[in-house]
């Protein structure tokens, strides 16, 4: 049988609002069968923190400090914690499907487990020792260097994640609210030693290198090819939709 | 004086959790000063999944007005855990340890 053709999105950087807005619209436009399966690459301008679906955002997050720095703050469609996704160190993907594509388990701890493998598969392309640790995490040499998350919704799956180019937990740890001062060090030595990055590990960073050996990692996993494609202008339309309503609206990213 | 059952003063409450699964679940909460006490508000917050998110209100909602006892608290989440929900990182038993915690 022939293999399934998804689209590849290579959007570059853009603001947290037309991110996440473009991912759902994205999602909306895969279920409704008027966009192919997708797999997108971005990355972050301005740095933004974008906080789980679940999350308080004063809980987690220093506003005061995000305003000054130039940092925008914007609630998920997904779960999962508070990420910083700083402007230049930070690959971000996401992968939107329909919810009964043929091999994705129903089970969502499963299909993490499958759409995180081509994310192993691409990290050791690139010579990486990389595992998969439940729930969400990708490790190499024991530590973190890809956090991801997923939604299921309007009939499809949309997961999302990081591939993590450099850390900076302090500037990360200035950003978020921590219990009180004095944890604060010990968190940002806690992120030192648990969390790596893709140039600690290999010592340079290609983005282009990179975003290849996922897509051949995700084509891999999924016995897909992938097919360089753009944002419709059905697309574009509902992203304008879905930022008003939603990412760039306080109402949401205040709701909890 | 006597006071009405769910009117009385609201008494606010709160603790995190790290579940067994490894996230963070985070309760505030008011609660009456009947004995027991009565959840009067809750907020859940963390960094857990649940799909469909949406129903983490369902679940609020749920248990909002349960007294304060564990028997009746894991009756309670357990018959939201048993509807057409999938909750990754925290289980029945997380859920029920954090409202304890905060209680």
Known sequence: MAKQEWRLLLTGDMSAFDNMALDEAVLRCVVAGTSPSTLRFYGWEPSAVSIGYFQGVEQEVDLDVCREKGVDVIRRLTGGGAVFHEHGSEITYSLAVKDDYPGIPKKVLDSYTLLCGGLVAGFRRLGLDAEFKPINDILVNGKKISGNAQTRRFGGILQHGTLLCDVNPHLMFSLLKVPNEKIRDKLIAGVEERVTSIRREIGTVDNDAVIAAMCAGFAEVLDIRLSLGTVSDEELALLTRVKEERYANPTWNFRR | ?103
């Not at chain 2, 505030?28 to 799909?51: A, K, N, Y």
């Not at chain 2, 248990?63 to 929900?85: I, K």
């Open chain 2, 1 to 103: 004086m006597p006071t009405q059952p769910g009117t009385s003063g609201a008494d606010a409450r709160s603790a995190d959790y790290k579940a067994i699964g490894g996230k963070l679940l985070r309760v505030r909460m008011t609660v009456t000063e009947d004995r027991p006490s009565l959840i009067q508000t809750i907020r859940i917050t963390g960094d857990f999944f649940m799909h469909p998110e949406e129903a983490i209100e369902d679940l609020e909602q749920l248990l909002t007005g349960a007294p304060l006892d564990e028997v009746a608290l894991h009756a309670r989440v357990q018959t939201f855990f048993d509807g057409d929900v999938q909750v990754v990182g925290a289980d029945v038993d997380d859920v029920v340890a954090a409202l304890l915690k905060a209680a």
